[in-house]
């Protein structure tokens, strides 16, 4: 897969890249790989969800397959959950109020709350109350052969723990904007509308392979749920790799004089009033990702605990991330 | 045995630097005997004895040396200790000359305690036994016979030949130097043994502290096959010749010595040691008194010795240690082997042209079987015969051999020191001799105490000055005639030094003899020579003996000049050397035992049992308990008790002990398992009743697994568990309610069994039944387990969600969860028993690293859980959200489920009024239906009230009977419930069926409407008519629904049935119309043919009918024809 030519993200993954916190521009390879990654991700959940499928007898996947997929997960779960929720409000809101809410349509990631504090006031809450909820399938309500709508005067606990998840993030994008000028803040929110699939359901479905993994024509849901957990995906391999160029760093810190100790101390001036922030200078190289990747899918013991003192070897799936 | 361990363990932690000091009053003690008896002359075999015992000793090793001394030290102190008691019980009326203070300088057994005179009082009481005995002069008690006869007797055991010798003129210091030599050849013999037991000590000590292979077994037992076959090829030749007298002579037995250990019972003491040092040892507690138990030990042994005869004096003493010694000889099978048989000519043709006189040992049990041995001498000169001829023959010095030969010399040197010197005689000679030398002693008695005996103590002493601090030591102890007993070392010191200072015995014997010479001439009276010449045989014999003497230091050169540097290699596996000796014939037989048990390198079945022996059990009692002590000061809370009872048993042991043969007591334990097999319990035993019937014990062994064991043990989380799946099976309740209600909304017709009524029964865990099981350990049984565990699984299937499980999933993940448990349990053995590592500070404390456990528990349990994939967020999240907050979640849905049936049920009851089913009535009550749901809100829904119905009929309640409503919720509810009916609405009295109309009482009816029934019960042929009401089901009519207006508009409908055959009906009248139109045909002939077209369209062509041709065939065969 030459990178130039299947590189169809790029400025996607740059933009989220931003947003989960790189600051400096990356490499191309480094986009490239990422992107490879994030599709060989999105083939496998789709291979995944396809035989889910085809295990309960139907032929195309369902939302419900997505989700069981990421159950482990319960922090991405519950933000799943409330994207989809949000997804919902905001598509009931678009019907009511006919004249299309930017604010509602920003939020491509996990911004829904901020979309509906931008939303206007009035109708919103209201509406926000009687969101759908999206309940899984190994959830209560599915212990029983009748479904119940809910009532409404009933307060989810999980909801907390999801604004928990999410109340994180957002915490830590509040501080990156926090002294953003207003050109600055207009980048960042623009980045933070980089999505996989808003817009571009059609790139998507080509670069996913679907139809050839999976039934050709997918769910709008799905598209949107798969959008999400591709940003999710990005985000988590950066933050890895950020770590892992943090601690990279780091040991260049405290062992650089020795490593490469000449060049190093040669090079090194004292930094002058208009340089740019030094996290800025270099931006996140391939091997960092390469690592976060090795790192994000080191194995759990859970998965090789029964193949404990028998000799079969055991094989490894890729985790998704 | 007890003593012995005492004076072992001490002797053996005595700081070295005591040694000198104590070596002195040993040592002379030693060495005088020969001087004395060399002296004699005539006392060669005495001599030979002396000798060899010097050499021996002085052949011995440092160490053995060593621990004697040690040995008689602490004998010494103990004695000493005693010593006071014993003055106590000084006997008056016996010679008051002898103190107990005498005793405590021969250094005697460990409990030596009894003076002289006890031992002489016993002596007394035995020599009268030995009269009544014999059966000569009864009643001879004056002191001076004792005397006598106990000098005799000493001497017959010391040195036979003494009192005899021409030399012993003067009898009572004789008797008294011959009392000196009797101990002194007795100390000697006893230190050899000591000596050995010192060894067999060091070696049984060792057997607790290492492990010794098996390896060598095999060996053993070929090698004690092969002395088992001599033995018995020497058995074989000598069974011709007849035992030697009745056996019953326990003639000489009077014991002389003070303690009983020493007490001289022959050769056999050195079988029943063991018993007398024990009884010795603990004789406080014994309640009888040193006759009695002379007696009764002498008893004991009565019959015991093969050897013993009636006619021989002497004979089984000196036979059984000469046999012991051949023994154990032969049983030193490294080198004793080429020893054991005659050397052939196959394998030396030449030999017989250099040896004259052949002999082995094979020979030599064979001479000895034939009683050809009349002394200790002839016995001794035959062994060292063999050894002799060995070196001889093989003159290489680095023959093999020569070397094998050389250690046994060696060990041939340190075994005769246990021969007592003794001479066979015949009994008659002997008495006669003891009547003789009795008159002498009466004669001489005056003498004996004071005139003789000071000048030589003076004498004596002046001629050894050196040794006066020693001897003013000694003599403090002890008073009066008896010094001279100590004062002979004193002579005597000169003699050992020159020993030490050359080891050439041929000038050692010169010097004693110098030495001895004047002593002897000056005190010795001519004998009364009646046995010259028995004494002159013995004197010829003690001339080869002092040649064999010679030849022996020659030997003894060559073992100083060979062994020494042959035994350095050895040294260091002394310990294992002195093992594999020690043991040789015990493993011998084990490894027999156990080789029995195969065949062919497989289990002989048929093979004989292995059997515990008392003895094997006791030794191995006693080895356990001999390494309790140890164990019990490092904590352990079990030994205490076992402790106790193991003393409680030894009372009970002990006498048995001696009287059965412990040879094989050098085994360790682990050599003999069957020993340390526990006792089988009672119930395992193998009983049968008087008829011959098995006798079953199981009654009492039975256990019955405990109640519970196999359900679910009560906690919090399973309280929780449970009470999340009863409230799912509550809220499933209300879910097939809802089901029913939704379904009747929407189907237009209900059948009878069509909602089951669901009824889910609370989980009970049904215990397993009770299981009884015959010991303590866990209860196996694969299958109860699995099935319990497959309960389980099914439990937390449900409590997931799952209302029912396929058997095969519940299969499926059980056989999971039990391949998880595995390698659960599998890691965690493994962290369990993970190396120790040593304790990283303080564990020094000891000198020695204390070790720890590698993990603590709780990191055990961490790391298996963490191998095992198991988190403990994941556990905690489970009991948190997949149990604990489930429960609310359930608890909600629950909440919703019944809001929801009620909003269905009605849509306007206020929910706070529901009951406590969700319902809004109460559960299987016709509160809705009977519409008296509302009288709680006071409400008279149906204005019965108003009308006044209760009072007029007197009902309790207004709710409408249920059989008056005619509709759909009714006829759900009675098939639901059937039993519900009768529960209210059976207020009035159902009338009478109506009378059915008949043709009989069709004249009771309205006059209008009797035509109508006519033509009812025409058409019903004439059958009473049915009501409407009993009809079945489908023929019924429905009833009429009345609209508001009151008017029926739409005719009535027939029932399905009578609609259907109403169509059938109209259908074939227009076919038969059209037919009629088609062919014209009668139609009288219509019906039949139909029908008959109908029944037998088959058989009518098949098989003709005759009969039924001529009825029907004509229009039948008409019909086909006309058409």
Redesign the interface.
């Known amino acids: 897969m030459s990178s130039e030519k299947t590189a169809k993200y790029r400025t996607e993954i740059q933009q989220m890249m931003f947003v989960s916190g790189e600051t400096a521009e990356p490499a191309p390879d480094t986009t490239t790989l990422v992107e490879q990654i994030v599709q060989q991700q999105v083939m496998e959940m789709l291979r995944d969800c396809t035989a889910l499928a085809t295990r309960r007898g139907n032929r195309s996947i369902s939302t419900d397959d997505l989700m069981m997929l990421i159950r482990h997960d319960k922090p991405k779960l519950a933000r799943l959950r409330h994207f989809l929720q949000w997804k919902d409000v905001r598509k009931n809101v678009k019907e009511t109020e006919n004249p299309p809410e930017a604010g509602a349509d920003v939020a491509g990631g996990d911004d829904a709350l901020g979309a509906a504090v931008a939303g206007p006031a009035g109708p919103v809450p209201a509406k926000a109350n009687k969101k759908a909820r999206v309940d899984l399938v190994w959830d209560v309500p599915s212990f029983f052969s009748e479904q119940v709508p809910a009532r409404d005067d009933e307060e989810d606990e999980e909801e907390e723990e999801m604004n928990h998840a999410t109340l994180e993030r957002l915490k830590y994008a509040d501080e990156r904007t926090k002294d953003m000028s207003r050109e600055d803040y207009m980048h960042w929110s623009e980045c933070r509308q980089a999505s996989f699939t808003f817009r571009k359901g059609k790139r998507f479905r080509e670069w996913a392979g679907f139809g050839v993994i999976t039934d050709a024509k997918p769910n709008d849901d799905i598209i949107d749920i798969l959008g999400f957990l591709t940003f999710e995906i990005v985000q988590t391999l950066t933050e890895e790799a950020l770590k892992v160029k943090a601690a990279e760093e780091m040991w260049k810190k405290r062992n650089g004089q020795d490593g490469k100790g000449g060049k190093n101390t040669k090079r090194k001036r004292e930094p002058g009033l208009f340089d740019w922030p030094e996290e800025e200078r270099e931006p996140v190289q391939p091997n960092h990702i390469r690592e976060g990747f090795r790192r994000l899918q080191r194995p759990h013991n859970k998965g090789r605990a029964l193949s404990n003192f028998s000799r079969q070897s055991h094989r490894r799936a890729l985790r998704l991330i | 045995m007890n003593g012995y361990h005492i004076s072992h363990s001490s002797s053996r932690n005595f700081p070295h630097g005591a040694r000198p000091s104590s070596a002195h009053p040993f040592n002379p003690g030693r060495l005088r005997t020969p001087n004395i008896t060399d002296s004699d002359m005539g006392g060669a075999a005495t001599g030979n004895n002396g000798g060899v015992s010097a050499e021996g000793v002085a052949q011995d090793d440092a160490r053995v040396l060593q621990f004697r001394e040690h040995y008689l030290q602490s004998e010494r102190r103990l004695a000493a200790l005693f010593a006071d008691k014993d003055a106590l019980s000084d006997d008056p009326k016996a010679d008051s000359h002898q103190t107990s203070g005498n005793s405590t300088q021969n250094a005697t057994a460990p409990s030596s305690a009894p003076p002289k005179k006890p031992a002489r009082t016993i002596d007394e009481d035995d020599y009268g036994d030995e009269d009544d005995e014999d059966g000569a002069e009864p009643g001879q008690t004056s002191p001076l016979q004792q005397k006598s006869a106990l000098a005799a007797s000493g001497r017959g055991f010391a040195s036979p030949a003494a009192p005899l010798s021409p030399f012993n003129h003067k009898p009572p210091l004789h008797r008294l130097s011959s009392i000196d030599q009797a101990k002194h050849s007795d100390d000697v013999r006893r230190q050899a043994e000591e000596s050995k037991e010192a060894l067999e000590e060091a070696a049984k000590r060792s057997f607790h502290t290492l492990f010794y292979t098996l390896e060598n077994d095999r060996v053993a037992m070929l090698e004690q096959q092969r002395i088992d076959e001599l033995d018995r090829q020497v058995e074989a030749e000598t069974s011709g010749q007849e035992p030697n007298g009745t056996g019953n002579a326990a003639v000489v037995a009077a014991p002389q010595q003070g303690s009983l250990s020493t007490a001289n019972l022959g050769a056999s003491s050195l079988m029943l040691k063991h018993l007398l040092a024990r009884v010795d040892g603990q004789r406080h507690k014994v309640h009888a008194n040193d006759t009695q138990l002379r007696r009764l030990i002498s008893e004991v042994r009565k019959n015991r010795s093969k050897w013993a005869s009636e006619d021989k004096v002497n004979q089984e003493e000196l036979y059984e240690a000469a046999e012991k010694v051949l023994q154990e000889l032969k049983a030193m099978t490294e080198n004793s082997l080429p020893f054991l048989n005659k050397v052939s000519k196959r394998e030396a043709p030449d030999y017989y042209n250099f040896i004259k006189n052949p002999m082995d040992i094979g020979s030599m049990m064979k001479k000895l079987k034939g009683f050809q041995y009349k002394s200790k001498k002839d016995f001794v000169d035959d062994l060292h015969l063999i050894w002799t001829n060995c070196l001889k023959y093989n003159t290489d010095p680095q023959h093999p051999l020569r070397k094998k030969a050389l250690v046994m010399q060696k060990h041939t040197d340190r075994l005769v020191i246990l021969i007592p010197d003794l001479v066979v005689r015949d009994r008659a000679e002997v008495e006669a001799e003891e009547r003789r030398n009795a008159s002498l002693d009466a004669d001489l008695d005056g003498i004996e105490d004071s005139e003789d005996e000071e000048p030589i103590m003076a004498s004596r002493g002046r001629k050894a000055p050196s040794k006066t601090g020693k001897k003013g030591n000694a003599t403090t102890a002890r008073k009066g005639p008896n010094t001279i007993s100590e004062d002979t070392p004193v002579p005597d010191v000169k003699p050992q030094v020159l020993n030490m200072a050359s080891n050439n015995s041929l000038r050692n014997n010169y010097l004693r003899a110098d030495s001895d010479a004047p002593m002897e001439n000056g005190f010795s009276t001519p004998p009364p020579g009646t046995l010259t010449p028995l004494m002159n045989g013995v004197i010829v014999n003690g001339a080869g003996g002092s040649q064999a003497d010679a030849s022996e230091g020659e030997g003894m050169g060559n073992i100083n000049d060979l062994a020494v540097p042959t035994e350095e290699p050895e040294l260091d596996d002394q310990v294992y050397q002195t093992w594999k000796q020690l043991t040789k014939k015990a493993r011998a037989s084990i490894a027999q035992d156990r080789n029995r048990m195969f065949r062919n390198d497989r289990i002989n079945p048929e093979g004989p049992a292995l059997l515990r022996s008392k003895a094997g059990m006791r030794r191995w009692m006693r080895q356990q308990k001999k390494n309790l002590p140890q164990e019990e000061s490092s904590s352990d809370p079990a030994t205490p008790e076992t402790g106790k009872d193991a003393a409680q048993a030894v009372p009970g042991e002990t006498l048995a002990e001696g009287m059965e043969e412990e040879d094989d007591t050098l085994l360790p334990d682990y050599y003999d398992p069957l020993s340390g097999i526990p006792e089988i319990p009672e119930r395992l035993s193998w009983e049968e009743d008087a008829n011959g019937n098995v006798v079953m014990h199981n009654e009492e062994c039975l256990r019955m697994i405990p109640k519970g064991h196999f359900s679910m043990p009560q906690s919090i989380l399973t309280q929780k568990m449970e009470a999340n799946m009863r409230q799912?099976q509550e809220?499933?309740k209300i879910?097939?309610k809802?089901?029913v209600v939704?379904q009747m909304q929407l189907q237009a017709q209900m059948y009878s069994n069509q909602f089951q009524k669901y009824d889910p029964q609370p989980f009970i865990e049904v215990p397993a039944p009770p299981i009884v099981v015959s010991d303590d350990g866990p209860f196996m049984a694969p299958y109860v387990c699995r099935a319990t565990l497959q309960r389980a699984v099914g439990k937390i299937f449900y409590h997931?969600?799952y209302?029912e499980t396929q058997p095969a999933a519940l299969e499926a993940v059980t056989d999971?969860a039990i391949?998880?448990f595995?390698?659960l349990v599998?890691?965690l053995n493994l962290y369990n028993e993970s190396c120790k590592v040593k304790t990283p500070a303080d564990g020094l404390v000891k000198g020695e690293p204390a070790y720890q456990r590698r993990f603590s528990y709780e990191e055990t349990i961490l790391h298996t859980l963490?191998?095992?994939?198991?988190?403990l967020d994941a556990l905690e999240s489970y009991v948190k959200d997949d149990v604990d907050?489930?429960g609310?979640?359930?608890g909600?849905?629950h909440?919703?489920?019944r809001?929801?049936l009620a909003d269905l049920l009605r849509p306007a009851l206020d929910p706070n009024q529901t009951g406590p089913d969700g319902v809004g009535f109460n559960d299987q009550s016709e509160q809705f239906v009977g519409g008296d749901f509302a009288e709680d809100i006071g409400e008279d829904y149906f204005g019965f009230k108003e009308l006044g119905l209760m009072e007029e009929f007197g009902l309790s309640s207004l709710s409408v009977p249920l059989h008056l409503l005619q509709n759909r919720m009714y006829n759900a509810h009675q098939s639901q419930n059937i039993s519900a009916i009768a529960v209210s609405g059976t207020i009035m009295e159902p009338s009478a069926p109506f009378e059915p109309v008949t043709i009989e009482n069709i004249g009771n009816e309205i006059g209008i409407v009797q035509q109508f029934f006519l033509n009812k019960l025409s058409v019903n042929n004439e059958n009473p008519l049915i009501e409407d009401e009993d009809l079945p089901v489908k023929q019924r009519f429905p009833k009429p629904r009345l609209p508001p207006t009151g008017k029926i508009t739409s005719p009535r409908k027939r029932p399905i049935r009578e609609q259907q055959q109403m169509a059938k009906k109209k259908r074939k009248l227009e076919e038969g119309k059209e037919e009629v139109n088609g062919v014209i045909r009668q139609p009288g002939f219509v019906k039949p043919t139909g029908k008959l077209s109908l029944d037998v369209p088959t058989s009518k062509e098949n098989v003709p009918d005759p009969e039924k041709g001529v009825d029907d065939d004509a229009p039948g065969m008409m019909s086909p024809e006309s058409m």
């Open positions: 799912m809220t499933r879910c097939a809802i089901g939704k997931a969600g209302e999971v391949q998880f595995h390698g599998q890691s963490d191998e095992n994939g198991v988190e907050r489930l609310g979640k359930l909600v849905m909440e919703r489920m809001s929801h």
